[in-house]
């Protein structure tokens, strides 16, 4: 087989430049996916008992850029979710991120801007330095709030303590001196309004783009196909054979339970910072507002081994990555892109931007 474009993975970033290469440019393309579906880990599907899930964890698309907006609306329409979520601390639900609301069913108090103003001012601890996520959540909401909502949810997220991870981790404490209880403040958010996968399989209907190849890791094809360029979207050390070493992640267990009733919980997604081995919980059927007498949810469990999701945020790790990007910068016809290919934790509006860019270049 001959393509213009050999695409590795068929998340955002591969979708993203495989639809543009063949709409815009009338390159031919092949994209192969290790996994058995394609949109990476955006993927939805109808599970057994016929209710829309996410297998890789809670996906809501949120941007800020009317670009990146227009470019996917012409592959989906959008249903409108607002995501909301919901934190349970001394048993009361909350919403995060912190704000007036959340403060007055924490205190049981009403609070005016001005008055939770004063009241981190009374809180905040005097750091002269900042070293660490500890110190940057205690300077800015005291000690009882970090306890409450950083302390632990951090150790189960990360296996470590805020005190033990760079201050880039939290660095932006997104408190809030009014009542918008929506978790993003973006422009444009939603869910496509049949889900994911729908839209991506809109983005790869075309002509020039050959049937994904499914269960096929690139090197497994690599030699039989002749193309002239490769967009590569996987693991970054894995293309280099790892010859730097293993740049490491944190990743996740997906543990799904389908109940016998129509709604489990008040929001899309509720964390236990403080009980339980697991840090959140999804409900599916509020993001996809779905109708069914039945509902499934998914508890999520951070562990040391398992799939790749968030890089570990470590300066020495870093290093390694750079050394694997002086390499790659070196390669005249294969270029890196996404979450994977870029060792970076990227929401999906950004990778998509990325891709966009990427497409200009190649224009
Ligand atoms: C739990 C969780 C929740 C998230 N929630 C949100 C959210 O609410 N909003 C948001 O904007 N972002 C969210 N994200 C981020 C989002 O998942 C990423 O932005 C997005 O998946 C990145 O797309 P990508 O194409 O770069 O990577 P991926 O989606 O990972 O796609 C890469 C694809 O390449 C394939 N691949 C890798 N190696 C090979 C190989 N050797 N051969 C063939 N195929 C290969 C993989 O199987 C994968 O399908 C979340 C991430 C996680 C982990």
Not at 138 to 143: H, L
Not at 209 to 228: E, G, K
Not at 251 to 260: A, M, Q, Y
Not at 324 to 350: C, H, P, T, W
């Amino acid at each position: 087989m001959r393509v213009d474009y050999l695409i590795v993975g068929a998340g955002f970033a591969g979708c993203t430049l495989a639809e543009r290469l063949a709409t815009q440019l009338g390159k031919t393309v092949l994209v192969v996916e290790r996994r058995d579906h394609i949109g990476g880990n955006a993927y939805d599907y109808y599970n057994e008992d016929g209710i829309l899930v996410q297998k890789y964890g809670p996906h809501i698309f949120h941007t800020d850029s009317e670009a990146v907006w227009k470019y996917l609306s012409r592959f989906t329409r959008w249903n409108g979710y607002v995501h909301r979520v919901l934190a349970v601390v001394r048993g009361k639900e909350v919403y995060l991120p912190i704000n007036l609301d959340t403060m007055e069913r924490l205190y049981d108090r009403s609070f005016t801007p001005e008055e939770l103003e004063r009241f981190f001012e009374r809180h905040r601890v005097r750091v002269d330095e900042i070293r660490n996520s500890r110190d940057v959540v205690v300077s800015q909401v005291g000690e009882e709030l970090y306890e409450l909502f950083f302390k632990n949810y951090t150790k189960k997220q990360w296996g470590l303590y805020p005190e033990e991870l760079a201050p880039e981790v939290t660095k932006r404490l997104p408190v809030r001196f009014n009542r918008d209880t929506r978790y993003f403040t973006d422009r444009f958010q939603g869910i496509p309004s049949d889900g994911f996968t729908r839209m991506f399989e809109r983005m790869l209907d075309n002509s020039n783009i050959n049937p994904v190849l499914l269960n096929t890791d690139y090197r497994d094809i690599v030699d039989s196909v002749r193309f002239d360029k490769l967009v590569y979207t996987g693991p970054i050390d894995y293309y280099f054979d790892y010859k730097y070493g293993r740049l490491p992640y944190r990743s996740l267990d997906f543990k799904f339970v389908t109940l016998d009733k129509e709604r489990h919980q008040n929001a899309g997604v509720v964390n236990y910072p403080n009980e339980h081995d697991y840090t959140r919980v999804t409900e599916f059927k509020h993001f996809y507002m779905q109708k069914h007498p039945k509902t499934t949810i998914c508890y999520e469990y951070p562990t040391a081994e398992g799939d790749p999701y968030y890089p570990i945020p470590k300066p020495e790790f870093e290093e390694i990555y750079l050394k694997y990007k002086r390499e790659a910068d070196k390669l005249g016809s294969v270029y890196f892109i996404g979450r994977l290919a870029q060792y970076k934790y990227l929401n999906m509006d950004q990778v998509v931007a990325g891709a966009l860019e990427l497409f200009e270049e190649l224009s």
